[in-house]
């Protein structure tokens, strides 16, 4: 049961009389609105160690800017290189288990947030750290999955957001980073979230989704590139990890940067879709993910060739069994774990390759070729052997 009273909930609760101003402070840094006004507060509030962690998952902010606002501010900044582990743990994972969230788009900050808070972790019992602070606010499913993992995690400290109870004004924090010297702050018109699976946009002008014309220049993975008109793409997968594109072979990382940028030129790959809150509420999200639309599709592909049916049918019921536990911020949990146990089986046959034809707004598989199929090559020959075989057993009986 989580001690409620390590739970940071408000700016009320970031006091030097509730937390020593010399005891060391880790905030998770994304170099955006939030979190920039999060370490504005604490310098405010008289804390003289704060340290910002800025895990670098393939995000478009770069850490040059980081630095800057780091600076600014006063705070030390550590930047970790994520990308090797979020793509062979978390996302590989994502893959195999087809972690699509109701059928609607492919999670992704559901992935990043058990990694993220593990590092913030890692951190924190490096520095001693007496908090680890985050930012997300209850419109937001973040907030469960730092503080389920960070409580998983077996973290001792005060943990939580500050948001929660103290939602903060855009326009207020606009201003207060203004007059920090963090005028640049004002340009952002919507709330993003970016590794190298995946780029998300929400809130702001995205807010309502009865109206949400989606402004086009967000999009960048997938943005019209009228001169591209065909491309052929072919994936390989190895134990259900993909491996090579067009016969290279390439680490995870480059790979899933290769094909979004390949895929992505057809317009391929966006996704929007309603997320539940922890009360049951919807936001919406909108995604551009073209290396897992293609990832996903011709994972589901090989599968198909090399597990049975019934197989696959009790697959895709675990798989949303998967989603939610990884959602609902317990990815460190034992269901999440004992459900991967199962995928992860699953995929020691997904050995294969599969061809795609790719056109403006569309594609085509070519080809599919499993290492042990049981599909069929030849339907009529296939006919014709059957029967031989059970016209010998009805003579012989």
């Given at each position: 049961?989580?001690?409620?009273?390590?739970?940071?909930?408000?700016?009320?609760?970031?006091?030097?009389?509730?937390?020593?101003?010399?005891?060391?402070?880790?905030?998770?840094?994304?170099?955006?609105?939030?979190?920039?006004?999060?370490?504005?507060?604490?310098?405010?509030?008289?804390?003289?160690?704060?340290?910002?962690?800025?895990?670098?998952?393939?995000?478009?902010?770069?850490?040059?800017?980081?630095?800057?606002?780091?600076?600014?501010?006063?705070?030390?900044?550590?930047?970790?290189?994520?990308?090797?582990?979020?793509?062979?743990?978390?996302?590989?994972?994502?893959?195999?288990?087809?972690?699509?969230?109701?059928?609607?788009?492919?999670?992704?900050?559901?992935?990043?947030?058990?990694?993220?808070?593990?590092?913030?972790?890692?951190?924190?019992?490096?520095?001693?750290?007496?908090?680890?602070?985050?930012?997300?606010?209850?419109?937001?499913?973040?907030?469960?999955?730092?503080?389920?993992?960070?409580?998983?995690?077996?973290?001792?400290?005060?943990?939580?957001?500050?948001?929660?109870?103290?939602?903060?004004?855009?326009?207020?924090?606009?201003?207060?980073?203004?007059?920090?010297?963090?005028?640049?702050?004002?340009?952002?018109?919507?709330?993003?979230?970016?590794?190298?699976?995946?780029?998300?946009?929400?809130?702001?002008?995205?807010?309502?989704?009865?109206?949400?014309?989606?402004?086009?220049?967000?999009?960048?993975?997938?943005?019209?590139?009228p001169a591209v008109t065909e491309d052929g793409v072919e994936v390989r997968f190895e134990g259900g990890t993909p491996v090579a594109v067009d016969g290279t072979r390439l680490p995870l990382v480059p790979l899933i940067d290769q094909l979004?940028?390949?895929?992505?030129?057809?317009?391929?790959?966006?996704?929007?879709?309603?997320?539940?809150?922890?009360?049951?509420?919807?936001?919406?999200?909108?995604?551009?993910?073209?290396?897992?639309?293609?990832?996903?599709?011709?994972?589901?592909?090989?599968?198909?060739?090399?597990?049975?049916?019934?197989?696959?049918?009790?697959?895709?019921?675990?798989?949303?069994?998967?989603?939610?536990?990884?959602?609902?911020?317990?990815?460190?949990?034992?269901?999440?774990?004992?459900t991967q146990s199962f995928m992860d089986f699953c995929a020691r046959p997904v050995t294969g390759s599969v061809r795609w034809r790719l056109t403006p707004g569309g594609a085509e598989t070519r080809a599919i070729e499993a290492d042990r199929?049981?599909?069929?090559?030849?339907?009529?020959?296939?006919?014709?052997?059957?029967?031989?075989?059970?016209?010998?057993?009805?003579?012989?009986?």
């Amino acid at each position: 049961m989580q001690s409620h009273h390590r739970l940071i909930r408000s700016f009320r609760q970031l006091t030097t009389d509730a937390l020593p101003a010399e005891a060391p402070v880790v905030t998770l840094f994304s170099g955006g609105l939030d979190s920039s006004f999060l370490l504005l507060r604490l310098k405010n509030a008289g804390f003289r160690n704060v340290h910002a962690l800025s895990v670098d998952l393939g995000e478009d902010e770069t850490s040059e800017q980081k630095q800057q606002i780091a600076d600014e501010l006063g705070v030390r900044l550590h930047v970790v290189d994520g990308r090797g582990a979020f793509a062979d743990e978390f996302v590989r994972a994502a893959i195999v288990s087809q972690a699509v969230y109701l059928g609607t788009h492919p999670v992704s900050s559901t992935l990043s947030r058990p990694l993220i808070a593990r590092f913030a972790t890692e951190l924190a019992a490096e520095l001693g750290a007496a908090a680890v602070l985050h930012t997300a606010n209850r419109s937001q499913n973040t907030m469960r999955r730092l503080n389920g993992a960070l409580e998983l995690l077996g973290f001792d400290g005060a943990y939580g957001s500050p948001y929660d109870l103290d939602p903060v004004g855009r326009e207020v924090k606009i201003q207060e980073l203004k007059e920090a010297g963090l005028a640049r702050m004002s340009e952002r018109v919507v709330s993003g979230d970016s590794n190298l699976w995946c780029r998300e946009f929400e809130s702001g002008l995205l807010d309502d989704p009865e109206q949400h014309a989606v402004p086009e220049q967000l999009f960048r993975w997938s943005a019209r590139r009228p001169a591209v008109t065909e491309d052929g793409v072919e994936v390989r997968f190895e134990g259900g990890t993909p491996v090579a594109v067009d016969g290279t072979r390439l680490p995870l990382v480059p790979l899933i940067d290769q094909l979004n940028r390949r895929v992505g030129a057809f317009g391929l790959g966006r996704y929007s879709g309603l997320e539940h809150l922890a009360g049951g509420e919807k936001v919406l999200e909108i995604r551009e993910m073209p290396a897992a639309w293609l990832l996903l599709r011709s994972y589901r592909h090989l599968e198909s060739a090399v597990l049975s049916a019934e197989t696959i049918r009790e697959k895709m019921h675990l798989e949303q069994l998967w989603v939610r536990e990884a959602l609902e911020g317990r990815w460190f949990g034992e269901l999440r774990a004992a459900t991967q146990s199962f995928m992860d089986f699953c995929a020691r046959p997904v050995t294969g390759s599969v061809r795609w034809r790719l056109t403006p707004g569309g594609a085509e598989t070519r080809a599919i070729e499993a290492d042990r199929p049981v599909y069929l090559r030849d339907r009529e020959s296939w006919e014709q052997q059957s029967v031989r075989a059970e016209l010998a057993v009805l003579a012989g009986a």
